[in-house]
């Protein structure tokens, strides 16, 4: 089924229940006239913006067989041939249709960039956490740096001080080794010095 705004039947028509169809009505369109409807048909049936531009071809067919169509037939073209009068409101009725389409656009985009900004606002939230826990333990590492820098300034200072020890240590050998041999020498000369005492010596005395 035709559902153009403009459709109708070619051929008879139909005759309503109950009623009696007028003589225009019941007549049998001839081929001729049928040649022109489909014509007519032809240029119902392209684009509606063309149309209203441009609806002289339709009227001319409507002009050349008005009066030899049923009414139900002359009813469907008569909008069709000055559907230009409806210029205004058809561009009217584009203009809103194409601003709607616009505005839903808008709106769409309008929304995918809250979207893509309440995401924003997360990963910025998650990294502000994220910077804040970093430098948490950052300054915790600090401060067992400045410990161990403590530590191994004190460790450093005493391996100062063993070095230094263990410096003297052979310095000491030495002197006593020397200590050693000038007192075993004068050992030796104070033994060889010691004279044997007579007994008869030792009972005068």
Do not use: W
């Amino acid at each position: 089924m035709d559902n153009s705004p403009f459709s109708f039947q070619i051929g008879a028509t139909s005759q309503e229940e109950g009623e009696e169809t007028s003589s225009a009505d019941s007549a049998v369109l001839s081929n001729e006239i049928k040649a022109r409807l489909q014509e007519s048909l032809q240029f119902l049936n392209q684009d509606t913006g063309q149309l209203i531009k441009n609806a002289q071809p339709i009227r001319a067919i409507f002009d050349e067989l008005e009066g030899k169509l049923p009414e139900v037939i002359e009813d469907a073209l008569t909008p069709a041939a000055f559907i230009e009068s409806h210029h205004a409101q058809f561009n009217k009725a584009q203009k809103q249709l194409a601003d709607r389409r616009q505005q839903e656009e808008i709106i769409k985009q309008r929304d995918n960039f809250k979207v893509l900004t309440e995401s924003a606002v997360g990963e910025i939230k998650s990294l502000n956490d994220t910077q804040a826990s970093i430098l948490r333990n950052k300054a915790k590492l600090e401060a067992e740096r400045d410990c161990l820098l403590q530590e191994l300034n004190r460790v450093n200072k005493a391996l100062d001080i063993t070095d230094h020890d263990l410096s003297q240590i052979p310095h000491a050998i030495t002197k006593l080794q020397e200590d050693k041999q000038k007192y075993a020498r004068q050992a030796y000369q104070l033994h060889k010095s010691l004279q044997p005492i007579s007994s008869s010596s030792a009972d005068n005395n």
